[in-house]
T-cell receptor, first 112, second 115 residues
Framework: DQQVKQNSPSLSVQEGRISILNCDYT??????FLWYKKYPAEGPTFLIS?????DKNEDGRFTVFLNKSAKHLSLHIVPSQPGDSAVYFC???????????FGTGTRLQVFP | DARVTQTPRHKVTEMGQEVTMRCQPI?????VFWYRQTMMQGLELLAY????????DSGMPKDRFSAEMPDATLATLKIQPSEPRDSAVYFC?????????????FGDGTRLSIL
């Protein structure tokens, strides 16, 4: 039973446009959310995070939005660049177990 | 730039053999995690340690998997005996803090193939 779901396995966006990656979760005890980016043959690298007490966090071209009532978060990349092409993982921390639960990832391809 | 180091990067072996994967966490980090990446499940947490003490290994098949931290600079994940279904990429990550509220830093993984 997937507690963190990334329902879009892949996304293709033109360079310069906005990329929106979505993530849904089911556990109301999740209190901290992170996005990781992963290139082939490398480990995931931390991108941006948000606490459940906030609804938005911005870092340069990357913004994460959290909608607690809908149990939904999204990552916006504006403008998208070819170097953003990677697999993006959403992760959530369970306050009770103190563990990170990862989604299955979304492969983003940014084309010229 | 500090990195988590995993060895070997690739391992191919036959079913029934023992497999040992090693991880050197970032110096000063007090928490070490082992994850397995599969196509269907994404990144699954197998086990984690804080200050070298095992905190959770509920994600690990206990009959064949074992995780240890002999010292603060080395974490190991062993599979004995290995099975084809263990084929996956295994990641080690390290982090700081008393709770999992700081970003984890991942190594580049060990790609394991069991024939």
């Amino acid at each position: 039973d997937q507690q963190v779901k990334q329902n879009s396995p892949s996304l293709s966006v033109q360079e310069g446009r906005i990329s929106i990656l979505n993530c849904d979760y089911t556990n109301s005890m999740f209190d901290y959310f992170l996005w990781y980016k992963k290139y082939p043959a490398e480990g995931p690298t931390f991108l941006i995070s948000i606490s459940s007490i906030k609804d938005k966090n911005e870092d340069g071209r990357f913004t994460v939005f959290l909608n607690k009532s809908a149990k939904h978060l999204s990552l916006h990349i504006v403008p998208s660049q070819p170097g953003d092409s990677a697999v993006y993982f959403c992760a959530a921390r369970d306050y009770n177990t103190d563990k990170l639960i990862f989604g299955t990832g979304t492969r983003l391809q940014v084309f010229p | 730039d500090a990195r988590v180091t995993q060895t070997p990067r690739h391992k191919v072996t036959e079913m029934g053999q023992e497999v040992t994967m090693r991880c050197q966490p970032i110096l000063g980090h007090n928490t070490v995690f082992w994850y397995r990446q599969t196509m269907m499940q994404g990144l699954e947490l197998l086990a984690y340690f804080r200050n070298r003490a095992p905190l959770d290994d509920s994600g690990m098949p206990k009959d064949r998997f074992s995780a240890e931290m002999p010292d603060a600079t080395l974490a190991t994940l062993k599979i004995q005996p290995s099975e084809p279904r263990d084929s996956a990429v295994y990641f080690c990550a390290s982090g700081l803090g008393d709770r999992v509220n700081q970003p984890q830093h991942f190594g580049d993984g060990t790609r394991l193939s069991i024939l």
